[in-house]
């Protein structure tokens, strides 16, 4: 991460980390409020099948707001769909990213099949602003987008939807709601234990 920070520092460049989540139509467990002796129970009708996959930036730089840039795939459990993000889906965030922030990106992720791959590869290289770091395995740790999927995943907590359709709109509400608070998104960051400032040494 200290390369990254020297060359963010060198190129006046974002720092974005990326990462994915996915989200089915089968709620998570979490607390809630409810008349004593009686568990709380929400009838749902089981129905429907789907899959939201999300792939996110948290993306920050000295001196200006920090931002959060995502894109959802829906799944709807059809033949030969893909389940997961493509390199072209991933080009496509990164573009966006770089169109919506007007700067260099310093991108910092794991080490995916796809993120590595020999068309992603080609993809990077074919763009000057774009500069990747790959994340030491097993360090979910260090990045701060690890902790936006976990404040979603709290915040629909319990909560039963309609239908695939209904979970991306919720999602992409709540998603929408960190996007305007980037003091939250600054504190994903510090609870990493990482800094904006390059190294002095």
């Known amino acids: 991460m200290a390369g990254g920070k020297t060359v963010a520092a060198q190129r006046d460049a974002w720092i974005c980390f990326e990462d994915e989540a996915g989200q089915t139509l089968r709620p998570h467990k979490a607390r809630t409020w409810g008349r004593r002796g009686h568990i709380p129970q929400v009838p749902v009708s089981g129905k429907g099948s789907g899959r939201i996959s999300i792939a996110g930036l948290v993306c920050v730089k ?3 707001r920090s931002r959060l840039i995502y894109r959802t795939i829906t799944h709807r459990g059809r033949k030969k769909e893909r389940r997961s ?14 169109q919506q922030l007007g700067g260099p990106i310093v991108l910092v992720w794991d080490n995916l099949n796809t993120h590595i791959s020999a068309a992603m ?4 290289a074919a763009r000057d602003w774009l500069t990747v770091i ?4 097993y360090a979910p740790d260090l990045n701060p987008t690890e902790h936006v999927w976990s404040h979603l995943k709290r915040s629909i907590g ?3 939807v309609q239908g695939v359709d209904h979970l991306q709109a919720i999602i992409k509400n709540r998603l929408k709601r960190i996007q305007y608070r ?11 234990g990482l800094t904006l400032e390059p190294d002095s040494t």
Do not use: K, V
């Open 121 to 124: 590869r080609q993809m990077i």
């Open 85 to 98: 993000f493509a390199e072209t889906d991933y080009i496509a965030l990164l573009d966006a990213a770089h």
């Open 158 to 160: 319990n909560l039963a």
């Open 182 to 192: 980037p003091d939250l998104l600054d504190s994903f960051l510090a609870h990493t």
């Open 62 to 64: 000295p001196g200006r």
């Open 134 to 137: 790959r994340l030491p395995a």
